[in-house]
């Protein structure tokens, strides 16, 4: 076990591995104010491939007391956690709020949405559904051959890497969705935390530290690191005590860690969030009757947060005539009346500028806002094209992280669908419609179900309910598995897997599959769901 944490509201600049503060000696960050390039204190180094050694191996140490923990203790430790992220208050928010540019209004909700997701899985494990429990009972008589009994239940993967996220240093980051469900499965957690929130990821590491010891965790259920993806990220995909990936970053990241995952002797699962453009689909019934209204709400999703949502709407696809026409005026008049706010960092400013200086050259512009001299600004951008310049560029199609969009000009209805079916993977797809519009929209329902993870109808995709019933993701490349989500109680199937117990004596069957049912779980027993 660990020791207590003093003090889960300071900052030392150190790595947290299984409970011990550790000083790396690599490389010196620190978080960076984007709203004034300030450099903010204190400095944290990098660590080594041995803190890599480390982590891991306490991790592996952890995980067969962690996994055997009851489901209750379990979800009273994820509690703690939430009751200490709210807890630090002011302080967390400020931090938070000074690293990534982001209103502390914003963050303040991050707070409560990632306290929420701790919770949510607190309650997925007192529920006991996530057991997957099914029995087959015995049928010695059976003819011609005899049924042995079959039962079946899921175990934990075994430890997880965890890459942070530059755009929500904490619903996304060292507690987010990716933490809070592998610890719900019963996986120790591993965590790389983003350079761009040091700061931020060790407040939240101390938060989880004095959990651990708190709940009389293992030490090893918890490290935090701090170092490069491509050396320090890879070390740790590539550890051979790790079993499984969780990722919200960029393509370009999360293939690499795909790859080196599975050039591994025993290659591992990487669940990747990656590139998304999220299309909006405006069907002539709505653009008649509302254009000019959808296209005001239009510009509000997409500067929302600058832009630097993974859901961001960086796409619109209509049929061309005045209701699009009435779209792109009121469009362009939100942009001219929006103010350019802070990215995230330096580096996605920078690429959000040759973004949108890419769009600008390959297609027209309909509206900019004005510039500014403010560091790192994201001055919001649209542009337009047709159907076919669209369909044969491909810097047309790439993703521009920001508050950029292009809007796609078809001739009929047709033009849409085939546009659609072109497209890549996505997180994402709107469709606004009226009712005069409902047999074109079923009709590009079956495209859409086949190409993104959420469909939503009538609103705007940024804002993503942490929920049973949520998807966030979808076929590649917004992910790098179509089958699993990030956000929502279904997250925790990714860090779980299904094993059968063929005659196992009753003495040594797990409760969960076990006669007289102890743990009180729905069960399918003989395919029907019952809880006897």
């Not at 076990?514 to 003989?526: F, K, S, V, Y």
Request: proline letters at 6%; charged letters at 20%; one cysteine or more.
């Amino acid at each position: 076990m660990t020791a207590t944490v003093d003090r889960i509201d300071a900052l030392t600049g150190q790595m947290i591995i299984a409970g011990r503060f550790v000083t790396g000696t690599g490389d010196i960050v620190r978080g960076l104010d984007p709203s004034t390039d300030t450099a903010l204190e204190p400095g944290y180094a990098h660590g080594s491939d041995d803190d890599v050694e480390a982590a891991c191996a306490a991790a592996a140490a952890a995980f067969d007391a962690y996994r055997s923990t009851p489901s209750e203790v379990r979800a009273a430790f994820l509690e703690l956690i939430a009751e200490n992220l709210e807890g630090l208050g002011e302080t967390l928010i400020n931090r938070a709020s000074a690293e990534s540019g982001l209103p502390k209004g914003r963050i303040t909700g991050e707070v409560g949405r990632t306290a929420g997701q701790l919770r949510l899985f607190a309650g997925v494990l007192r529920d006991g559904g996530w057991n997957g429990a099914r029995i087959d009972p015995a049928q010695p008589d059976r003819a011609p051959l005899p049924r042995a009994d079959i039962r079946q239940r899921k175990v934990p993967l075994g430890p997880v890497a965890v890459f942070g996220a530059s755009n929500f240093p904490l619903a996304f980051s060292v507690a987010g969705g990716d933490t809070a469900s592998a610890l719900a499965a019963g996986c120790p957690v591993v965590v790389k935390a983003h350079d761009a929130h040091p700061g931020t990821s060790e407040l939240v590491g101390r938060a989880i530290t004095d959990a651990i010891s708190r709940s009389g965790m293992p030490a090893g259920t918890f490290s935090l690191l701090y170092g490069s993806g491509q050396g320090l990220g890879t070390r740790l995909v590539t550890d051979p005590r790790i079993k499984a990936v969780g990722f919200t970053g960029s393509r370009s990241g999360g293939t690499a860690l795909v790859a080196a995952a599975a050039s591994r002797p025993e290659p591992i699962p990487v669940y990747a969030e990656m590139s998304s453009i999220n299309p909006v689909f405006l069907l002539e019934g709505a653009l008649s009757t509302r254009g000019a209204e959808l296209g005001k709400a239009f510009i509000g999703s997409l500067t929302l947060g600058s832009g630097q949502f993974c859901t961001n709407p960086g796409l619109v696809i209509a049929v061309d005539g005045p209701g699009l026409d009435a779209f792109v005026e009121a469009a362009g008049a939100a942009v001219a009346a929006s103010s350019p706010t802070p990215m995230l960092t330096p580096n996605i400013a920078n690429s959000y500028a040759d973004g949108v200086q890419a769009l600008s050259n390959a297609s027209k512009v309909e509206a900019r806002a004005a510039a500014t001299d403010a560091p790192n600004a994201c001055a919001a951008a649209v542009f337009s094209t047709d159907a076919e310049l669209f369909l044969a560029s491909e810097v047309l199609q790439q993703e521009v992280f920001g508050s950029a969009s292009l809007i796609v000009r078809c001739v009929d209805a047709r033009q849409v669908r085939h546009v659609a079916s072109a497209l890549e993977g996505q997180l994402t797809a709107t469709v606004h419609a009226d009712d005069s519009d409902l047999d074109e929209a079923g009709r590009l329902l079956k495209v859409l179900e086949l190409k993104v993870g959420r469909i939503l109808f009538d609103g705007w995709p940024t804002g993503v309910e942490v929920g049973h019933a949520m998807v966030h993701g979808g076929p590649y490349p917004s992910t790098s598995d179509s089958r699993s989500t990030s956000v929502g109680s279904l997250a925790i199937e990714r860090f779980l897997r299904p094993v059968a117990y063929q005659d196992v004596p009753p003495a040594l069957l797990p409760s969960a599959i076990a006669d007289g049912n102890p743990d009180h779980l729905w069960r399918r027993i003989d395919g029907q769901l019952t809880q006897d």
